[in-house]
């Protein structure tokens, strides 16, 4: 059974500064992972999808790498800014089936002014 | 561009009632998921639809159920509700390949009372 992890739960910085937000899972026969940003009470917004055959996605100040033979991903944001403060979630698909998402737990940022 | 939408946004019912959520996918999109997430927790699956038949069932209560209909859109239909089926509820939509992203809607929120 697929699980995942992220590491840390919550993180805060000052502005400006570049951060990494981990995330591991059991399985690593996955075709893709997807990360999502979250702000309290909202919908999902998808970030970066990095497909399994990828090591990097890039799309502005975030980079996400994938190491699908240790089973882990990690998301990189540069020059940090308040606006990011958020929770950010890791997600992989299941294999077989509907391909239906399995969630981390996510990580809640703040950054601070 | 259009993006995945959710009715109502925001739901109050009193226990033991009667809820329908509703979803309608991105255009072109021929698969729709839905999710649970409870407050502060990971969001979990419940059911898939592919072309208009059920995909896949992860834990969804009995006293739920839903279908998506012949224009794609998807119903989640949850009766006799109880204090803990408080929650948003994600509804979310991908064409039915092993590498695309899945978006999301902003949620609902239901809330039991």
């Known amino acids: 059974k697929q699980e995942v992890t992220q590491i840390p739960a919550a993180l805060s910085v000052p502005e400006g500064e570049n951060l990494v937000l981990n995330c591991s899972f059991t399985d690593s026969a996955i075709y893709n992972l997807q990360w999502f940003r979250q702000d309290p009470g909202k919908g999902l917004t998808s970030l970066l999808l990095i497909q399994s055959s990828q090591r990097e996605q890039t799309s502005g100040r975030l980079n996400a790498s994938l190491d699908k033979s240790s089973g882990r991903s990690t998301l990189y944001i540069a020059a940090s800014q308040p606006g990011d403060s958020a929770t950010y979630l890791c997600?992989?698909?299941?294999?077989?089936?509907?391909?239906?998402?399995?969630f981390g737990k996510g990580t809640k940022l703040t950054v601070n002014p | 561009a259009a993006g995945v939408i959710q009715s109502p946004r925001h739901l109050i019912k009193e226990k033991r009632e009667t809820a329908t959520l509703k979803c309608y996918p991105i255009p072109r999109h021929d698969t729709v998921y839905w999710y649970q997430q409870g407050p502060g927790q990971d969001p979990q699956f419940l059911i898939s639809?592919?072309?208009?038949?059920?995909?896949d069932k992860g834990s969804i209560p009995d006293r739920f159920s839903a279908q998506q209909f012949s224009d794609y859109h998807s119903e989640l239909n949850m009766s006799s509700l109880e204090l803990g089926d408080s929650a948003l509820y994600f509804c979310?939509?991908?064409?039915?390949?092993?590498?695309?992203?899945?978006?999301f809607g902003q949620g609902t929120r239901l809330t039991v009372v």
């Open positions: 639809f592919y072309e208009k038949m059920q995909s």
């Open positions: 997600a992989v698909p299941t294999q077989g089936g509907s391909e239906k998402l399995v």
């Open positions: 979310a939509s991908s064409l039915a390949d092993l590498n695309t992203e899945a978006f």
